[in-house]
């Protein structure tokens, strides 16, 4: 296929509740979508991943958009491709950048899926009909209102619950949880606000029969998570630290994480998550797909990356409605007793909303090739 035009739509949607982390709050929420078209008038659609600021990794909106059009349009626009992998090596040259590149790519694979009538899905080698589904829940410091938002979410049938933690707020917080909650599937995600020097208090968290702590030490470290680990018996999973197969090979090689969250724009794309999620299955390590309160779009890749083999643990991939009064797809994913039914529409399976899109719209971009 040839790629003959992309259009780029800086986007800011509201969010219905705002997002607590250890990094800060947030509500509105502004990104970028990508559409790319073919020569046979086929369109794919991306997401990108990076948030407004740099608070969880390096990359912005604004960084997006410039590494776009300035470095990967360039290297796509007008080129043959005969198949999404390629896009990968096309980048090879760029370094880093990774939300930015799965954007593009992302895109692309939903082109190349649409094109040769299949779902997106399909297109990777995905064969789940249904997957499960947790959901992350934002840190509230009003505990009886956590416990209900928590019992609320149960009660939806969400098949894990996963609660942002930072020191001051973890501790005594899931004690409390898995008093009120003590056959749930649960565990922690501390959003990198930890050192060694908390190692007594994170294995106070062994207590709690965890699934899992999520990316408790330093965004960059693998080498001190290898340390925690061993004084630990909750299983670390990597979320910020892992960017590529290779970080992944070397954080399992150190024994730093017994679970890995892909999340496509972190590794790069799709056609990464794809190898890392091999690598895991082959190790025995478990993956589930991570979440980056998406819109229905990058939503919709979540879902078709998901039902490949060892997504064996429920992902963060909620339905629209836990983030959205008004999801720009059609229809919005919607989740029952934690299961999403995987679309059978071509490509990513829902169709873009371009009312509810328009209304989102910020600034449009459009670039062609000669
Ligand atoms: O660490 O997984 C994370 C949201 C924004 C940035 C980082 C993270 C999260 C979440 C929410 O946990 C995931 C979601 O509901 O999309
Ligand atoms: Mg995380």
Redo the contacts with the bound molecule.
């Keep these: 296929m040839i790629i003959k035009e992309i259009n780029i739509r800086k986007m800011k949607m509201t969010m219905k509740n705002p ?1 607590t ?1 250890s990094f800060g709050t947030f509500q509105d929420k502004e990104f970028l979508l990508l559409e790319a078209k073919d020569e046979l008038g086929n369109t794919g659609w991306g997401e990108s991943t990076a948030f407004h600021s740099p608070w ?1 990794n390096e990359e912005t909106l604004g960084t997006n958009l410039h590494m776009i059009e300035e470095f990967l349009l360039p290297l796509v626009l007008g080129k043959e491709i005969g198949h999404p992998d390629e896009v990968n090596e096309l980048f090879a040259s760029i370094r880093k950048n990774n939300m930015a590149k799965a954007t593009v790519e992302g895109a692309i694979w939903d082109l190349y899926a649409k094109r040769n009538k299949m779902t997106l899905a399909q297109a990777l080698g995905g064969e789940r009909k249904q997957i499960e589904v947790g959901i ?1 829940i934002g840190i509230d410091e009003d505990m009886n209102r956590l416990v209900e938002t928590v019992r609320g979410f149960v009660e939806e049938g969400y098949k894990r619950i ?1 609660v ?1 933690i930072k020191p001051g707020f973890d501790v005594e917080v899931m004690r409390e949880l898995r008093k009120q909650f003590p056959n749930v599937p649960m565990m922690a ?1 501390a ?1 990198s606000a930890y050192t060694l020097e908390d190692v007594e208090l994170l294995k106070q968290l062994d207590a709690f029969n965890l699934t899992m702590i ?2 408790p030490l330093a965004s960059d470290d693998i080498i001190d998570h290898a340390v925690l680990q061993k004084q630990l018996q909750t299983p670390i999973c990597l ?1 910020e630290s892992i960017h590529s197969l290779e970080d992944t090979r070397k954080a399992v090689e150190l024994g730093s994480t017994k679970i890995i ?1 892909i999340k496509i724009g972190r590794v790069g794309g799709l056609t990464e998550s794809k190898k890392i999620h091999d690598y895991c299955m082959e190790k025995g390590i478990p993956v589930w797909c ?5 819109s229905g779009i990058g939503r919709a890749h979540n879902i078709a990356l998901t039902t490949l083999p060892n997504f064996t643990l429920p992902g ?1 991939t ?1 339905g629209s409605s836990r983030y959205w009064e008004k999801d720009i797809i059609s229809p919005e994913v919607t989740v029952e007793q934690g299961l999403i039914t995987v679309p059978t529409q071509y490509g990513i399976g829902y169709e873009p909303d371009f009312e509810a899109m328009d209304q989102f719209t910020v600034e449009t971009f459009q670039f062609k090739a000669e």
């Design positions: 997002f982390t969880y992350s996963k942002k995600d959003n999520e990316q979320d969250n991570g979440g980056m309160l998406e963060d909620a």
